[in-house]
C-alpha cells in the first residue's frame, strides 16, 4: 500500500506523525526548561489532532473523547502544572547542559532506525493503513526513555515520561484506533496521577538536595548501602 | 457461566477500595491501625470464602473479572500476606510515629496507601481485562511510591524517585506490549471491545499473529519485568526495599514481585499458544529463562557486597524472583509446579523475614549490617526468627523452600543439565553470603545498652510455621490445587 | 525528455538563464524593500541593486598586491559556475534540454566549486578578515552539504530520480499529496539555503561591521566588476535556491508543455512563489536575531536532524510492501 493511494486525511495523519516524532526531538535537544515544556505540549496537541482525524477517518466516536482528553491533559494541563512548578521553584531560565548534544541526537536518529526494525515484521503484515505509524510511535516512546537517560535534569525527566506516554498512546491510536474506553481512562488517570506526583517530588527534591540535578541524587549507592 | 458466587470476589477486591478512602479520612492513630486490620481481615476471610467457592464450582468468568485455579492461589496468598502484615504494621507504626519520625497525616497517607497498593494487586491478580491489569499495576506503582517516601529522608525520596522513573519507564514498555497484543487480537476477534479480554484472547491463542506476539511478548517481558526485578531493571528494588517503612518492604517483597510474574505469566501462555505452530516456539520461555538466569546470577553476586540489612535481603527477592522466571520460562509440568510453590513459600518466608528485620533494625537503631548484633541476647524471640527466616530463604531442609529449589532443580536437570551446576554454585553462593552477615548478627555481643523493643513475632511464627508445614508435607488440597494450576499453564499435570 | 534538438527548446533554455541572471537583483532588492518596510524604514528603492551593479561593473577593479591571479580569476569562475549551476534548473518549464545536466548532485558540485574559490580567493590576500571569512565559511558549508544531499535523496527517494526536472514532473504527476519526508525536507532545505546565502540567523548580509560575518569577510577586499561579480553571484545563489524551494516542493503552474500561454503562466507563477518567498525571508529576518557563530554547527546539526528525519520518514511511512 502506498501513501499515495490513500485519501488526503489519511496523508495528514502521517504528516501529524511525522511531527510528533520531531516534537520528541525537540524534546530531547531543547536545554531550555521553558521551552521543553513547549514542545511538550506541542506534542500532546499533535497528537491529540491525530486521534481526532483518526476518529474523523475512521468514523469511531468514542475516540474523539480520547482526543479531546488527551488535549486537554497532555497539552494543556499537565504543561501548566509544569510551568507552574517550574514558576515556583524559580528555575524558568535554567538552562541544562547537556555533554554531547550532538550525539545524544544523533543516537535518537539511530533508535528511530531502530524501532523501525522491531516493528518490521508488524509493518508487513498488510492490515490498517494506519500501521506504519507504529515504528514511529515505538520512536516516540523510545526517545521519551533515552531523555531520560541522557538527560540530567528532574522536569527534563518527567517530560522524557510523560512524552513516552504520547508515543504509547499514539501506538494506540495508530495500530488499533485507540483502546478500550476504560483502558483509556484508566491510562490517563494513573498519568495524571504521577503528573501529581511528580510535581510533589519536584518540592521533596529540591529540598533535600537543594537542586533538581539528578546527579545528585546519589546517596544510594552499593558501596555505601544507603544510610 | 459458572455456579461460583460473585459476592465474594467483589468483597475481596473492592473492600481495599472502599477501606483506602474510609482510613483518608480517619483522623484517629489507634483506630485507623485497627480499621486497616479490619478491613485486612474481612478480604482474606472473603479470599478463602471465594476459594472455597471456586474449588467446589469452578472458576469465575463475570463482569470482566476472570477467577482460574491460578490466580485464585494468589488472590489468597495476596490477601493472607496483607492480614499478617497488618498485624505487625500496627504497632510497628504506632511506635514510628512515637518516634516522632512521621507525623500523623503521613500516618494517615499510610493506611490509606496501605490498602490502595492492596486494591490495585488484588484488582490486578482478579481482572479478565489485559488494559485493567496494566493500569492497576501501575496504580501499585504509585501507591508504592508515596509509601516508600513515607520517612521524607533524602535517601528516601530518592530511592521513591528512582523507583518511580525506572518503574514507570518499564511499565510504560508494558503498555506498548499490551497495544501491539491488542493489534494482534483485532485481527483475529470479531468484537474489537473482547480484544483485551485474557479468557476470549487464550481460547483464540492459536490464531494470534506470531510475529506481533513475540514483539508483544518481549515488550511486556521487559516492562513487568522492570517490576518483577529482573536484571537489569532491577536498580529499583534495593532502594525502594530499604528506604521504605518495613511493612512496605514486606509487601513489596512478598507480593507485589509476584503479581509482576504473574502478568509475565499470564502473557507468556497467550504467547506460547501464538507460537506453537511457528519455527520457535519456545522464544517466549527461553527469554524468560534468560532474564530469570542472569537475574539470579547479578543478584547471588550483588547480595555478597551490601551492608543494609534490607538491601542484602532485597538482593535475595531479585534472586528468588529470577529463579521462578527460570522456572516458569523452563516451562513443562515438573518446573512450573516447582515455580508455583516457590512463589508461595518465597513469599510467606521473605515477608516474614522483613518483619524480623524491621524489628532487628529497631533493637540496633539502624539497618547497617555492621551495627547490628547479638540479637539473640538482646531479644530471643527476634533473634530466632531471623536466624530461622534466613535458614528457611537460604533452602535448609526442613522448610519449603528447599522442596521448591529441589523441584526446580530436578526440573533443570531432567531438560537443561548443565545450568544445574550454575543454580546449585549460586544458592551455595547466596547461602554463603547470608550467613556471612547473619551469624554476627544473631550470636555477636550485644553492644552496651541493647535493649528489647515490643515485638509483634505472630506473623512470623505464622508464616514460618507454614513454610515449615510444606516443607514437611504438602497437603493433599493444596497439592491438587497446584497441579490444577500446573495443568493450565504448561498443559500437563504431575500427579 | 523533450526534444534534445529542438531550436526552440534551446532558445528557451537560453532564456531562461537570462531570466534567472537578470531577476536575481530582483529578488535581492524585493527582500531589502520589505524588510526595511518592515522595520519602519522607507529603504532603497526595488531596482536599487541594479544600479549597484551598474555602478561597479563601470569601475575600475583595484587588486592588492600581495595578490595572485587566483585573486583576479576567482569572481569568473564563481560568477560562471553558479550561472551554469542556474542555468540548469527548470524556471519557467520542465523538460528543457538542459534537463539532463539539472542533475541535484551536479548542482551541488558545481555550487561547491563556486565556494571552493570564493573561499581561495578570501584567503589569497592574506587579510585576517578573509581568512576568517573563508574558515568559517568553510564550517558552515562542510555541515551545511551533508543536510542538503540528505534532503535531496529524501525527495529522490519518492522520485526515483535525483534529476531536478523529473522530481518537479512527478510531484505534478502525483498531485498534492501530503508527505512526511517532503515536509522534513523543506524544512531542512529551507534551514540550509538559508545557512548558505548567508542570511540571517546565520550571517547577515546587510552589514560589514560585525566580527561574525562570513561572505562578506571573504569578499572585502574586492572592488569595481569583480565584486560586482561577486554580489551578482550572491544573488544569483539566494534565487537559486528560491526557485529551487518554490518548484521543487510546490511545482504548479510550471509549464510542461512548450506554448506561449503555458510559458507565461509559467513566469506568473514562479514570480508569485518567489515574491512569496522574498516576503517570508524578510519577516524571518526581522523577527530573528543573529545567533552566534559557535551556535551555527547546532543549526545546521538541526537541518542535517530534519532531512535525516525525512528520510526515515519516508522509509518507514511511505514504502509500502
Same mark, same amino acid.
Given at each position: ?9 489519511? *496523508?495528514?495523519?502521517?504528516? #501529524? ?39 474523523? @477517518? ?11 482528553? %488527551? ?66 510511535? #515505538? ?85 555505601? $548501602?544507603?544510610? | ?38 478491613? %485486612? ?33 494468589? @488472590? ?68 508504592? @511510591? ?47 471491545? *473482547? ?145 508455583? !510453590? ?24 539502624? *539497618? ?55 543454580? !546449585?554454585? $549460586? ?69 | ?7 526552440? $527548446? ?175 525536507? #523543506? ?10 546565502? $548567508? ?123
Amino acid at each position: 500500500m502506498n501513501l499515495a493511494q490513500l485519501p488526503v486525511l489519511e *496523508q495528514a495523519i502521517f504528516v #501529524l506523525a511525522a511531527l510528533a516524532l520531531l516534537a520528541s526531538f525537540a524534546l530531547l535537544a531543547q536545554t531550555r526548561l521553558t521551552a521543553s515544556i513547549h514542545s511538550f505540549a506541542w506534542q500532546g496537541a499533535v497528537v491529540a489532532l491525530l486521534t481526532a482525524l483518526v476518529a474523523t @477517518v475512521g468514523e469511531i466516536h468514542h475516540l474523539y473523547l480520547s482526543a479531546l482528553l %488527551t488535549l486537554s491533559l497532555k497539552s494543556l494541563l499537565i504543561p501548566w502544572m509544569l510551568h507552574r512548578l517550574v514558576r515556583r521553584l524559580d528555575m524558568e531560565r535554567e538552562v541544562e547542559t547537556i555533554a554531547h548534544p550532538a550525539l545524544v541526537v544523533l543516537a535518537g536518529a539511530g533508535l528511530v532506525v531502530f524501532s523501525y526494525w522491531v516493528a518490521l515484521p508488524i509493518e508487513r503484515l498488510e492490515l490498517a493503513s494506519t500501521r506504519n505509524i507504529v515504528a514511529v510511535s #515505538l520512536s516516540v516512546v523510545l526517545l521519551g526513555l533515552w531523555m531520560m537517560v541522557a538527560r540530567r535534569q528532574v522536569v527534563a525527566q518527567v517530560l522524557g515520561f510523560m512524552s513516552m506516554e504520547n508515543g504509547l498512546f499514539l501506538a494506540a491510536v495508530a495500530s488499533t484506533r485507540g483502546m478500550p474506553l476504560v483502558v483509556e481512562l484508566g491510562v490517563a488517570f494513573d498519568v495524571l496521577v504521577a503528573a501529581v506526583l511528580f510535581g510533589v517530588f519536584f518540592f521533596h527534591i529540591s529540598e533535600s538536595i537543594e537542586s533538581l540535578d539528578v546527579d545528585r541524587l546519589n546517596r544510594l549507592t552499593e558501596d555505601e $548501602g544507603g544510610s | 457461566m459458572s455456579a461460583a458466587s460473585f459476592t465474594p470476589l467483589a468483597v475481596t477486591v473492592f473492600t481495599p477500595l472502599v477501606g483506602a478512602l474510609l482510613l483518608a479520612v480517619i483522623p484517629t492513630l489507634g483506630l485507623a491501625g485497627w480499621v486497616n486490620l479490619g478491613l %485486612t481481615l474481612l478480604e482474606f476471610a472473603a479470599a478463602l470464602l471465594m476459594a472455597a467457592d471456586v474449588a467446589r464450582h469452578g472458576g469465575i468468568i463475570a463482569h470482566s473479572f476472570h477467577i482460574d485455579a491460578f490466580n485464585v492461589y494468589l @488472590v489468597v496468598l495476596t490477601a493472607f500476606v496483607g492480614l499478617t502484615t497488618a498485624i505487625f504494621s500496627r504497632p510497628y507504626m504506632a511506635e514510628v510515629c512515637e518516634q516522632g519520625r512521621i507525623t500523623r497525616r503521613r500516618m494517615q497517607l499510610y493506611h490509606s496507601m496501605f490498602q490502595g497498593f492492596q486494591f490495585t494487586m488484588l484488582l490486578a491478580l482478579t481482572t479478565d481485562n489485559l488494559g485493567v491489569l496494566w493500569v492497576a499495576v501501575e496504580g501499585a506503582t504509585l501507591a508504592t @511510591v508515596l509509601l516508600v517516601s513515607l520517612y521524607r529522608t533524602p535517601e528516601s525520596v530518592e530511592a521513591a524517585w528512582k523507583y518511580f522513573i525506572l518503574c514507570g519507564v518499564g511499565i510504560a514498555l508494558a503498555l506498548f506490549g499490551s497495544v501491539l497484543v491488542y493489534f494482534a487480537a483485532q485481527q483475529v476477534l470479531l468484537d474489537p471491545e *473482547q480484544g483485551l479480554s485474557w479468557s476470549v484472547l487464550y481460547s483464540h491463542a492459536r490464531e494470534l499473529d506470531p510475529a506481533v506476539m513475540r514483539i508483544a511478548f518481549v515488550f511486556l517481558l521487559v516492562g513487568y519485568g522492570t517490576k518483577v526485578g529482573l536484571v537489569p531493571m532491577h536498580f529499583w528494588l534495593p532502594d525502594a526495599h530499604s528506604e521504605g517503612p518495613t511493612p512496605v518492604s514486606a509487601v513489596l517483597s512478598g507480593l507485589l514481585l509476584n503479581v509482576a510474574l504473574y502478568a509475565v505469566v499470564r502473557f507468556k501462555m497467550l504467547t506460547d499458544g501464538a507460537l506453537a505452530g511457528s519455527a520457535s516456539p519456545d522464544t517466549a520461555g527461553h527469554l524468560m529463562m534468560a532474564f530469570g538466569l542472569v537475574s539470579f546470577g547479578i543478584a547471588v553476586l550483588s547480595l555478597q557486597r551490601q551492608r543494609d540489612i534490607k538491601r542484602m535481603f532485597s538482593y535475595s527477592s531479585i534472586e528468588h524472583m529470577g529463579l521462578m522466571t527460570f522456572a516458569f520460562g523452563m516451562g513443562g509440568a515438573l518446573a512450573t509446579f516447582a515455580a508455583l !510453590l516457590h512463589m508461595l513459600v518465597h513469599s510467606l518466608t521473605k515477608s516474614a523475614i522483613f518483619v524480623t528485620v524491621g524489628h532487628a533494625s529497631h533493637i540496633a537503631g539502624t *539497618q547497617s549490617i555492621e551495627h547490628i548484633r547479638g540479637l539473640i541476647r538482646t531479644q530471643p524471640a527476634v533473634g530466632w526468627g531471623l536466624l530461622l527466616g534466613v535458614a528457611a530463604i537460604a533452602g535448609f531442609p526442613p522448610f519449603g523452600i528447599f522442596t521448591s529449589e529441589f523441584l526446580v532443580l530436578s526440573a533443570t536437570m531432567q531438560s537443561w543439565p548443565w545450568l544445574t551446576l550454575l543454580l !546449585l554454585a $549460586g544458592l551455595v553462593i547466596a547461602f554463603a553470603g547470608l550467613f556471612r552477615n547473619l551469624h554476627p548478627m544473631v550470636y555477636g555481643a550485644a553492644p552496651e545498652g541493647q535493649v528489647a523493643v515490643r515485638a509483634n513475632m505472630v506473623p512470623v511464627v505464622i508464616h514460618l510455621l507454614m513454610v515449615l508445614w510444606l516443607g514437611l508435607s504438602i497437603p493433599l488440597f493444596l497439592s491438587r490445587w497446584l497441579d490444577e494450576v500446573t495443568r493450565l499453564i504448561s498443559g500437563g499435570g504431575l500427579l | 525528455m523533450g526534444d534534445f534538438l529542438s531550436p526552440a $527548446g534551446w532558445l528557451l533554455a537560453l532564456v531562461q538563464a537570462l531570466l534567472f541572471a537578470l531577476g536575481a537583483p530582483l529578488l535581492a532588492g524585493w527582500i531589502k524593500r520589505i524588510k526595511s518596510r518592515l522595520q519602519n524604514r522607507r529603504g532603497p528603492a526595488l531596482l536599487q541593486p541594479y544600479r549597484d551593479l551598474y555602478k561597479l561593473l563601470g569601475k575600475k577593479a583595484m587588486v592588492a598586491h600581495s595578490a595572485s591571479p587566483l585573486f583576479r580569476a576567482a569572481p569568473y569562475i564563481v560568477f560562471g559556475s553558479t550561472l551554469v549551476a542556474v542555468a540548469a534548473i527548470p524556471l519557467l518549464a520542465v523538460s528543457l534540454p538542459t534537463a539532463a545536466v539539472a542533475d541535484m548532485i551536479v548542482l551541488v558540485g558545481f555550487l561547491a566549486l563556486a565556494r571552493f574559490f570564493l573561499a581561495l580567493a578570501g584567503m589569497d590576500v592574506g587579510t585576517a578578515f578573509g581568512g576568517m571569512g573563508a574558515s568559517r565559511e568553510m564550517l558552515v558549508s562542510a555541515l551545511a552539504e551533508p543536510a542538503m544531499l540528505m534532503a535531496v535523496f529524501t525527495l529522490a527517494m519518492s522520485a526515483h530520480s535525483t534529476n531536478l526536472s523529473s522530481v518537479m514532473q512527478f510531484n505534478l504527476e502525483s498531485g498534492l499529496i501530503l508527505r512526511p519526508s517532503f515536509l522534513f525536507a #523543506l524544512l531542512g532545505l529551507v534551514l540550509v539555503a538559508i545557512a548558505e546565502t $548567508g542570511r540571517i540567523p546565520v550571517d547577515n548580509p546587510a552589514t560589514h561591521l560585525e566580527l561574525t560575518m562570513i561572505h562578506e569577510a571573504m569578499i572585502l577586499e574586492y572592488s569595481g566588476r569583480h565584486l560586482a561579480l561577486m554580489e551578482w553571484a550572491a544573488q544569483l545563489k539566494l534565487m537559486l535556491y528560491g526557485v529551487l524551494i518554490a518548484n521543487l516542493f510546490f511545482p504548479w503552474g510550471i509549464a510542461t508543455r512548450l506554448t506561449l500561454p503555458a510559458l507565461g503562466i509559467g513566469l506568473l507563477a514562479v514570480f508569485l512563489k518567489l515574491m512569496l518567498l522574498g516576503l517570508l525571508v524578510a519577516v524571518a529576518e526581522t523577527v530573528l536575531a543573529k545567533m552566534r557563530l559557535f551556535r551555527a554547527p547546532q543549526y545546521l546539526n538541526l537541518a542535517f536532524l530534519l532531512t535525516l528525519l525525512g528520510l526515515f520518514s519516508h522509509i518507514i511511512m511511505e514504502t509500502g510492501t
